[in-house]
């Protein structure tokens, strides 16, 4: 798989974004992704794995190729195939195509509410053990997402004078964010995020360790707890299953202990360092996110890790729930 890869552009694009989705977007790459998938299936699911040219042609690939990885390679064995076997104007796009992608990507890229100076964190979740006679957790299941915070909002996650044994209480707005959107039961697949009124608690204080020049060392520790119940009618990312082993009312909802440090460069203003860890109880289900298959509705620990993200395009992907972020 490696060295089939390497002959190739790999890419990677979310059907949830702010805006309007993959499936029913009018931009070049909504338009593109479109164009391939149309020539697969007529299924309503965009997922899957493809092998495409430049210009959107279709070489290989299918719905069903996900988590297969013996189907991954024949598809992109296929596609290689018939890729040598085109001439340059099929690989590639027009120049008149090519003119209007750069036009229009250039103008998404000027409006990305990306916060560049701010603190953007790669957001990890997954099982952790349960002990010998528990259900036992999928050792592969896990799921990553990002949180965004602007450069006045990361700046919030220290004290204003950052002097040994200074301490803050992180804005509740900010640790908030993280329980309704991040603090969320992704291991096995898609959620719903929490409403704010879900939100029992959500506390986080900061304390200064260590000032070395223009880097301040700092600790945190805190909690998060949010608590849902509903009564079965379907919602957005609930479940409404009925059968042997589903409770009823349905409850969701996960309850974190915060810990982390982090390194804040005073002169750069910018995090260059940040590592928080949710040890979390959480527990229900909703309709795509795998707990409902095998009745998995704990409590049951999860773990989430959130660490500094790179400044690649690729760490760019805004967060799942970026919409319900209330951002202008």
Known sequence: MQELSAQLVAAADQIERPGKSLEDGTSFEARFVQKVK???NKL??????FVATPSGLLLAGSH???HDARKVEKHLRQGLEKWRKLSPAERLMSKDMLARATVELARVEGSSQYPRGGLVLRVICRDLSRGPKAMPPSRNAYNQDYAWFRKAEARAWLPVRPVK???VTVPRAL?????RFHFVDLVRGHTAPFPQRAVEVAELTAEVVDVKGDHVSLVYTGRTRTSEVHDGVHVEGKWNAKGPGIPKPQKRGVDARLEGRAVYDL???KFVSFELVALSQRWGGNADNGRLDQRDF????MGVVLELAGDTAAER???LFFRAYGWE
């Open 175 to 179: 640790v908030e964010r993280l329980a």
């Open 298 to 301: 704990g409590p049951a620990p």
């Open 64 to 66: 069903d190729a996900i």
């Open 317 to 319: 992907v805004a967060p």
């Open 267 to 269: 002169n750069a203003q």
């Open 38 to 40: 149309k020539q697969c």
């Open 44 to 49: 309503a699911t965009y997922q899957g794995v």
């Open 165 to 167: 044994g200074a301490r």
